[in-house]
């Protein structure tokens, strides 16, 4: 697909990696086969796309800007990729080998916020993971499929809502 940022990438893209474009008539399902899906693959591309995340040193504003601009450019400028993200998920509900590619690859992000959240002094970092993972993913899904699809957020709104949500968290 076009758009494909080796640097700044939302989540793992099979159909990014397979070079899929539009028109090809390449579809999510056909994208997704186990040679996309080996462990070789998937270690390297999402230790890669997990580098991205912020330093805790940049602090509570410095975690939310971070945060919401891979949000914001998700949204943005890959909503293809969140599509075809969606479709992996439901995929991965009906196929076991893709339930196990889905779940690794996602421990990679969730162990990576837990960590940041502990760094941010979370006094539940597993549950504030949870919880971070949960609104980007619930904006996200609202503003690609959902009733938000005509009016995504601008990125000051979706950095002023991180903001608000990791302030909560932290009491801060």
């Known amino acids: 697909m076009s758009g494909c940022d080796p640097q700044i990438r939302p989540l793992p893209h099979v159909s990014c990696e397979a070079n899929a474009t539009p028109g090809s008539g390449i579809t999510t399902r056909q994208v997704v086969k186990p040679e996309y ?7 390297k591309r999402v230790r890669r796309t997990a580098e991205w995340m912020p330093d805790p040193a940049g ?3 410095g975690l939310a800007a971070a945060l919401a601009l891979a949000v914001h450019r998700s949204l943005t400028g890959h909503r293809e990729l969140l599509v075809a993200r969606y479709e992996l998920a439901l995929e991965a509900t009906r196929r076991p ?9 996602g421990a990679v992000f969730r162990d990576r916020l837990t960590a940041l959240a502990a760094a941010f002094g ?5 549950r504030h993971a949870l919880s971070l993972v ?3 993913d619930g904006l996200m899904f609202s503003c690609v499929a959902g009733s938000y699809s005509s009016r995504p957020p601008g990125p000051d709104e979706v950095r002023t809502g991180l903001r608000e949500l990791l302030g909560g968290m932290l009491d801060r």
């Open 37 to 43: 899906t080996g462990p070789g693959w998937s270690g």
């Open 59 to 61: 602090g509570l504003d």
């Open 97 to 105: 080998e893709l339930r196990a590619f889905y779940d690794t690859t």
């Open 122 to 126: 979370s006094a539940d970092p597993a």
């Open 134 to 136: 949960a609104w980007a």
